[in-house]
RNA sequence: GCUACCGUAGCUCAAUGGUAGAGCAGCCGACCGAUAAUCGGCCGAUGAAAGUUCGACUCUUUCCGGGAGCACCA
């Protein structure tokens, strides 16, 4: 390294900040001036060498990244990311498409931030990790404003012609959405998205679903769902608006036919009833069950007194039905648990059938008996403790809701009711009760109810054909909860959740009666009625698909679809109908690991991580895994996150109507997404997170330090070069050996952090590290030596080897959250030759590049400087005593006298030369006289103050030339002087 | 109602069952060569109550508060 030419050699770095100014300012005055100029005109201050960099303050963030995002998009650099990541092990996170309806919000903001920091972490961790985002674009939600926005229109149009409109609407949002996204700063192929509407995914959808057709997990079965009978469809529960209702309430009596003496011996021989409530007269045809809850107490009380008639009901409710049946007595004869009646037969009223005793805990005590009438047709929680019974999902009412003889239906529904509307028969089966002498009472009761969302008439539930994925067809139940072990689930809880989920939910209900969305491919003979289900031919339809999209089910006609010549295996027949239900959404959604990990897209099956909110266990997390486990065998993924949930400040959930909603645009705006991906940096994602305006200003307070810690590097850098400049390690002065080992261990701990998402832990660390060991320590510690030694001075050239090799460091260790901010400064950096051009196209630093060239010894010595610095503690109160009491103003006005004990002389005497520039002061006397611990004696410096270093010193003014100044600071300006015409 | 989750200082985070630590904010001060910066000092917490334990932020139970999913109002 020879002697160099600072005036007039360019930088050939990039376009770092030059830099060569503060010298400048000094290439007028010639070597032969030196000599014989009077140097007291020199201005001082001049000489001094302070920070400088166009690396500015305020960072403009709402303006800087747009220019960024720019600069990226036109460069390409996701693609140079990609193949400079080539050949590397590859980390495939599959992105969670968001529905692509209605702005993006914080929720999206959080996870897609969680998803490019995991992204860019690995990618500078050295792997190829590649993110291609992607879009859930069917469903009722899209379909409801769709049909709002067209209004009395869609009468006249075919469904092809509204799915083209609800395709729009969707690509509006994605488009919006993506619009949004990308502003964050995530990396990802934003040109080739995946979305559940493209041609070729909605292929895989149907391929799928004829292939679990294929398999046999597949089922046609009864469900309960809300119907409207004027409009002659179902719906889904957002087409539910409840409203008042006035209902007739009915108390019915059902005998008990099996032994009533098995319930309790005081009952043998005794008229015994079942005693239940209801709303709905006119499902009591439809009743199969009684339920009562296993762990309530029930009595079986006697209503007129010794010898008559013994109802069986709840014992909180006794009093109550008492009163309301108008029983002179209720003398209890016995008490058991409800679990002793399952199993009881009782009869029906007014049908030839029985009405068996079930258990269900959705028995509740705030009305009726205590006893649930069950109609599996008529009720969702009847229809799913039916099936745990194997009840039959009889429902003897159509489309129009008027009751009917149903096929192999058990007892003879009375003709009386048969063609009636439910409305109808009501009082009719409140007239055939009474008959029978089953009625006890009646009542009217106001309730609400659900209505339908169009015509705001009443609706009912009513059993209707549904096509359903059959959780223990092939042992998909327990393949899913084996492949549920073998994930590794993060936070580790979410195991447990989905297990429960999994191992405890029903059938998969997989038809929805919609029109958005991808058609079950399935035909139906007219002539015998019966399914066409032959795989190759459903394929063939299929693939259609691919070039026409699902429109194509709904633009041809069967006939059309089918290969030539199709007919009916059964019966021969040639013509066919077209299924007219739609896969549900989260079927879509569930394949997008089939669409997406494929060659396609240049991924590979399965993926290693999903990353979601936890409402995602319910949604894409179990979907996903379904399918998967159903079709492949196994998981769609190896690692499961979860984030939480976004709050407000005071931990509520956002939501309009309490007008507490944090919009993440508004954010932006004012302070930059870089501050919204801070934000994201800071919380623990896996738990709920909150956010407001205290949290923005910590937050805005934090970046500013971050910030400045880098400008404060790149400023002190300005005229350090590292080929000419650098220093090596083990000549270094010791304290800059120690913040290396100091910054090498961040390094360490940081990565370590990463490879576990704990982000939040690299903010805490960066960011302590940047305010404590550097800003308030080294950083402090520097400014005498970085500012008045001269500018080639070894022990400067020491500090700013080691600023460069922290700078360095942190730069890219920051990058994957700070995305903007450390592309920014990569820009004024001095980059070493062969630098890639943007940051993110580097690796993480290894800890090493912060402490090679240093040995053993050397980091053995760094040890001393951690007491040292605990010392400093102790030192900085007492100058703070001093400075309370008006003493001293600057510490540099302080002599400090010290004495210690044994303990920690011995490291005084080794480093009692440096102790006063690690305190700030001007002086530091050791007295040799024994103390505990370590006792701090402040006294006013002696000397005259230097008026370049501030320093007090015995020599200010040694140089006569140089009058106001010391010795050390009088040689260094020469220097200067001379350096300048070297 | 059911299922799992969360609760440490004003804020964000730490603490193998073993003395509850940071940073920021706040308050007081210093500096005036990182200046819409920088430095120092001080103040401050385990949601509540029981229990297990020599010892509990940590384990158990109950309660309070918060959020999530699911189900439901016959």
């Known amino acids: 390294m020879g002697r160099r030419e600072p005036c007039h050699r360019n930088s050939n770095h990039g376009d770092s900040t030059d830099s060569r100014a503060a010298s400048d300012n000094h290439c007028r005055i010639t070597w032969r001036d030196t000599l014989t100029m009077d140097l007291s005109q020199v201005e001082l201050k001049k000489t001094v060498n302070l920070p400088k960099t166009d690396f500015g303050m305020k960072a403009n963030l709402a303006q800087l990244e747009p220019k960024l995002l720019e600069k990226w998009r036109a460069s390409g650099l996701y693609q140079k990311i990609r193949q400079s990541s080539a050949g590397r092990p590859r980390y495939v996170l599959h992105d969670g498409p968001p529905y692509a309806n209605g702005n993006i919000h914080l929720g999206h903001v959080f996870n897609k931030t969680l998803k490019d920091f995991i992204v860019k972490s690995k990618t500078m961790s050295g792997f190829d990790s590649p993110y291609v985002p992607g ?186 039905t008492k009163e309301t049946c108008g029983w002179e007595s209720s003398e209890e004869l016995a008490r058991f648990a409800g679990r002793k009646l399952e199993g009881a037969v009782f009869r029906h009223p007014f049908i030839e059938r029985d009405s068996g005793g079930i258990l269900a805990d959705h028995v509740t005590l705030e009305q009726g008996t205590g006893a649930v009438h069950t109609a599996p047709g008529h009720g969702q929680e009847d229809y799913v403790v039916g099936v745990q019974y194997g009840l039959d999902v009889y429902c003897p009412v159509d489309v129009d809701g008027r009751l009917y003889h149903t096929e192999n239906a058990v007892g003879r529904l009375p003709e009386t009711l048969v063609g009636k509307t439910v409305w109808e028969a009501n009082p009719l089966v409140i007239e055939l009760l009474r008959e029978r002498g089953a009625l006890l009472a009646e009542k009217k009761i106001d309730h609400s109810y659900p209505h339908c969302w169009r015509c705001h008439r009443p609706t009912i539930f009513r059993g209707t054909e549904q096509w359903f994925i059959g959780m223990d067809r092939n042992g998909l139940r327990e393949k899913a909860l084996a492949a549920i072990r073998r994930i590794k689930w993060m936070p580790a809880w979410g195991e447990d959740r989905i297990y429960n989920m999994i191992a405890s939910r029903p059938d998969w209900c997989i038809s929805r009666q919609r029109m958005w969305g991808v058609p079950i491919v399935v035909f139906t003979c007219t002539g015998c009625n019966r399914m066409l289900t032959e795989k190759a031919l459903l394929d063939h339809v299929v693939d259609q698909f691919m070039t026409g999209t699902a429109d194509v089910w709904y633009e041809k006609t069967a006939k059309e679809l089918l290969p030539e010549g199709t007919s009916c295996a059964h019966c021969n027949g040639a013509e066919f109908t077209k299924e007219k239900d739609i896969l549900d959404v989260w079927f879509d959604s569930g394949s997008s690991h089939l669409a997406v990990l494929n060659e396609e897209f240049g991924l590979e099956w399965p993926a290693e991580l999903y990353l979601e909110g936890g409402d995602q266990y319910r949604g894409w997390f179990h979907s996903s895994l379904l399918v998967a486990v159903g079709l492949k065998g196994d998981a769609p993924y190896r690692e499961c996150a979860t984030n939480g949930w976004t709050l407000d400040g005071e931990g509520k959930a956002m939501s309009k109507s309490i007008g507490n909603v944090v919009e993440p645009d508004k954010i932006i705006k004012q302070h930059g997404a870089e501050l919204l991906r801070l934000w994201v940096t800071s919380v623990e994602f896996h738990e709920d997170v909150r956010i407001s305006d205290t949290i923005l200003t910590r937050l805005t307070e934090a970046y500013r330090k971050l910030r400045n810690t880098l400008r404060y590097t790149l400023g002190n850098l300005h005229d350090f070069d590292p080929v000419y400049d650098m220093v090596p390690a083990g000549e270094m002065l010791e304290i800059d050996q120690w913040i290396l080992t100091r910054a090498g261990q961040l390094v360490e701990r940081c990565r370590a952090w990463y490879g576990e998402f704990a982000f939040h832990r690299v903010y805490q660390a960066l960011y302590n590290f940047a305010t404590t060991d550097l800003s308030a320590i080294y950083f402090d510690v520097l400014k005498d030596r970085l500012y008045t030694a001269a500018p080639n001075a070894r022990a400067r050239r020491s500090a700013q080897t080691a600023m460069y090799r922290i700078h360095l460091a942190l730069v890219r260790l920051m990058a994957p959250l700070l995305t903007f901010t450390c592309e920014e400064a990569w820009q004024h950096t001095r980059r070493p030759a062969g630098s890639p051009e943007s940051v993110h196209l580097t690796l993480f630093p290894d800890p090493e590049e912060l402490t090679a060239g240093l040995s053993a010894e050397h980091r053995a010595r760094a040890a001393n400087w951690e007491q040292l610095m605990e010392l400093r503690e102790t030192v900085l109160k007492s100058l703070e005593v001093a400075r309370q009491e008006k003493f001293i103003g600057a510490p540099l006005e302080a002599r400090l006298v010290l004495r210690a004990g044994s303990d920690v002389a011995p490291l005084l005497h080794q480093y009692g030369g440096d102790l006063a520039a690690l305190f700030i002061v001007s002086e530091v006397a050791l007295e040799s006289q024994p103390a505990a611990g370590l006792s701090v004696r402040v006294e006013r410096a002696g000397g005259v103050k230097c008026e370049r270093c501030w320093k007090y010193t015995r020599d200010t003014g040694a140089n006569p030339r140089l009058p106001t100044v010391c010795q050390a600071c009088a040689e260094a300006v020469v220097e200067m002087l001379a350096g300048q015409t070297a």
């Open 135 to 320: 879009w859930d674009c069917h469903g009722l939600p899209i379909e409801i404003k769709v049909d709002a926005e067209l209004g009395s229109k869609k009468a006249q149009m075919t469904p092809a012609q509204i799915r083209k409109a609800c395709r729009a609407y969707a690509q509006k949002y994605v488009d919006l959405q993506k619009k949004d996204f990308m502003r964050l700063g995530v990396f990802g192929d934003w040109d080739h998205p995946y979305l559940t509407m493209d041609a070729r995914y909605q292929s895989v959808i149907a391929h799928a679903f004829v292939d679990f057709l294929d398999q046999g997990y597949v089922y046609k079965g009864l469900k309960p769902v809300h119907w409207c009978m004027r409009c002659r469809t179902a719906l889904a529960e957002a087409e539910v608006e409840y409203e008042n209702h006035s209902s007739p309430s009915i108390w019915v009596r059902f005998p008990l036919t099996s032994d009533a003496g098995a319930l309790d011996a005081a009952l043998a021989g005794r008229n015994v009833y079942g005693l239940i409530w209801t709303t709905t007269p006119w499902t009591i045809p439809a009743n199969m069950a009684i339920a009562y809850h296993p762990k309530f107490e029930y009595s079986a009380v006697e209503s007129n007194g010794p010898g008559s008639d013994v109802y069986l009901v709840a014992t909180d409710l006794v009093q109550a």
